[in-house]
């Protein structure tokens, strides 16, 4: 696709719910980034693809975060027994090879709201 | 301390004025971002620098490696510049750290 898409753009879950979150990156990016961030706040990473291996995944807040990309293109970050301090934007960002000097491109997020 | 710093935390300013955002990190880095983020969350990126300076229309980003420290300047800055600017390091590994972003207003 012409950018970063990510799906749902809202999503409203009662605690305890687990809910998938989709990043669709732009065609041909190898690295693939997740972030969380809170209200007010500035991004905070989550973890880091390159195509379908998960090379980092320092930042995942507990267990109950998990995130795959199996065939190297799209991503899902899955969050089980969603929990209130988990509300936050979760923005998807992909780059051509990974390397330091690139550009990142960003998808609009999904803003999670855990009642 | 955090290890990327921005200020001011928000400013307001007039259509037409010269705007400086600034952004001092801690770390050594590979590549610092600046990067624009419009209410509704989508982020875009504006300038990757790793040395000196870059301009791109009315936007002017330096860096100073020594120092540790860059500056994000827009000149006539106009209603439709209004939006959180957030700078961001990369220090080696593949993830970045982000500042807190600048809120900024450009009232008419």
């Keep these: ?11 409203v879950a009662k605690r305890g719910q687990d809910v998938a979150l989709r990043c669709d990156p732009i065609s041909g990016h190898v690295s693939l980034f997740w972030y969380q961030q809170a209200l007010g706040q500035g991004p905070e990473f989550l973890t880091y693809f390159q195509n379908e291996a ?12 998990f995130a795959e990309r199996p065939e190297g ?14 509300s936050a934007v979760y923005l998807c960002a992909s780059s051509l090879e990974g390397a330091a000097n690139e550009k990142l491109f960003f998808g609009s997020g999904t803003q999670l709201s855990v009642l | 301390k955090n290890e990327v710093e921005q200020s001011p935390q928000n400013l307001t300013a007039q259509e037409g004025e010269f705007i400086t955002i600034n952004c001092s990190y801690s770390v050594g880095i590979s590549a610092l971002h600046w990067l624009q ?8 990126s504006l300038f ?13 980003a330096t860096i100073n490696i020594q120092e540790k420290h860059s500056s994000l300047h827009i000149t006539a800055s106009h209603p439709r510049d209004s939006a959180v600017y957030i700078c961001a390091v990369r220090s080696g590994a593949q993830k970045l750290v982000f500042g807190q972003g600048t809120r900024l207003t450009i009232n008419p």
């Design chain 1, 73 to 86: 293109s799209v991503s899902t970050l899955k969050i089980q027994r969603t929990q209130q301090e988990d």
């Design chain 2, 48 to 60: 990757m620098l790793s040395s000196g300076k870059k301009k791109h229309g009315r936007l002017i």
């Design chain 1, 54 to 65: 998960q090379l980092d995944k320092s930042g995942l807040p507990s267990d109950r975060f």
């Design chain 1, 1 to 11: 696709g012409a950018g970063v898409s990510q799906s749902p753009r809202y999503k």
């Design chain 2, 37 to 44: 983020q419009h209410p509704g969350g989508g982020i875009v």
